[in-house]
């Protein structure tokens, strides 16, 4: 059967109109009922489009049709093709998931043993209602046990004491809004490091994806994104990603590995996940479902993930995810292999299917730009700042060895 091209977008949810204590974001930067008619095409032009954007050819199963997340995105985490997208580059308030880059930027500058006595000024400015971890004004706590904090309980008080310990609020906006444009999140603008609701705030779907596909590339982001349960101070605390740890109505996802997620009143649910099944790793972006159903998000992405494992390999892909400026920068050099899809590219997206160098003899190494983990933990670096990835990433090891009781 020839290919079938799916361009259909879905419907879209009623806007809702902000607190009246809430001034109106700028129109560059609010999100409507519907997605702008033209969108960044950062990654290939296809991921511009409105609406959902699939080639179903022989042998690929049909999208979910029960999926009524205003943006969503599914790709290979080690190769970079996008398998899918719904509206991937549309800018909507990202809540909690903006936690990864956050994360990704301050996670390595601390050694996790590092030790910080809560003061009072380091818990001022926290949004109205918050989640919280339970950070108490003159304790003491490791930054291990911070991190524990900001990924399982999505803790902004562990936020705010950690951008304290770097600098204050706006030093930490500053590196996360710097580190998203490193990453080529262009569609990401930073006004908390929390991920609570500020006007103006936006990430999308797609960016949250590069974002998680960084983090992931570092050993103590893989730890705690897929920690179940820990020890915080007295208390027993246990990650609120749901494909991760399960609840009532979402049994625990095959092969999950994290990564986070996130709730307010203007993002609606959002979350980014990683899974590994068959040999592949496949990250999934849901951003605010229509549908209000209890743990939609999770359900939705579940339908997703499970799409992508189906057709991994089967599908051709729609787009890439691109690497960061200083690995195009590298591959620029004479010599070096750029890779395709860079920022503002107009090309079909679809990714290159060279290694930007010669992988070490019995890798199984492939990718497009960036690595995720190898085995043990460790990065390969290539051509002066180019990663190249390796299949064997440990993902289910390091979930089958948390408890999830």
């Known amino acids: 059967m020839s290919a079938a091209l799916l361009s259909a977008s879905l419907a879209a949810p009623a806007a809702v109109a902000a607190p009246p204590s809430i001034a109106a974001p700028s129109p560059s930067t609010s999100p409507t009922a519907t997605p702008p008619a033209h969108m960044s095409t ?16 022989s042998g690929v199963p049909v999208l979910p049709k029960d999926v009524t997340a205003r943006s969503w995105i599914i790709a290979d985490a080690e190769s970079g093709e996008v398998l899918a997208a719904h509206n991937a580059h549309w800018r909507l308030p990202p809540a909690s998931t903006l936690k990864m ?17 809560v003061a009072a000024s380091d818990l001022a400015g926290m949004g109205a209602g918050s989640s919280l971890v339970g950070v ?3 304790h003491t706590y490791t930054v291990h046990d911070l991190w524990l904090g900001v990924f399982l309980k999505s803790g902004n008080d562990a936020v705010h004491v950690l951008s304290r310990m770097n600098g204050g609020i706006g030093r ?11 990453l080529q999140a262009l569609d990401t603008r930073v006004l908390s490091p929390d991920g609570y609701d500020r006007p103006g705030q936006v990430s999308s779907a797609y960016d949250l994806t590069l974002v998680a596909r960084s983090g992931l590339q570092k050993k103590d982001f ?13 208390d027993e605390i246990r990650n609120t990603n749901r ?27 959002t979350f980014t996940g990683v899974a590994e099944r068959g040999g592949h790793v496949l990250l999934v972006t849901v951003m605010n479902p229509e549908k209000h159903e209890h743990n939609e998000v999770y359900k939705e992405a579940a339908r997703l993930f499970d799409w992508g494992f189906g057709a991994v390999g089967k599908v051709k892909p729609v787009g890439e995810l691109v690497p960061p400026k200083s690995a195009v920068r590298a591959d620029a050099r004479p010599g070096a292999t750029s890779p395709a899809g860079q920022a503002g590219g107009t090309g079909t997206g679809g990714p290159s299917s060279k290694p930007v160098a010669a992988a070490p003899s019995g890798d199984r190494a492939r990718g497009a730009g960036i690595a995720l983990a190898v085995a043990g933990g460790l990065l390969v670096l290539l051509g002066g700042g180019a990663f190249l990835v390796n299949r064997r990433w440990p993902l289910p090891d390091l979930v089958r060895r948390r408890t999830r009781s």
């Open 42 to 57: 950062v990654g290939g032009a296809r991921l511009g489009e409105p609406g959902t954007q699939a080639d179903l050819g």
């Open 101 to 117: 880059l956050f994360a990704d930027t301050v996670l390595p500058r601390f050694p996790k043993s590092t030790e910080h006595k």
């Open 136 to 138: 108490k004004e003159n």
């Open 172 to 182: 930490t906006v500053e590196d996360m809004q710097a580190h998203a444009d490193e």
């Open 222 to 234: 893989r730890e705690y994104c897929s920690t179940v349960t820990a020890k915080f101070g007295s």
């Open 243 to 269: 494909l991760l740890s399960g609840d009532t109505d979402v049994p625990v996802y095959q092969g999950i590995a994290g990564v986070k997620n996130g709730n307010t009143s203007q993002a609606g649910a």
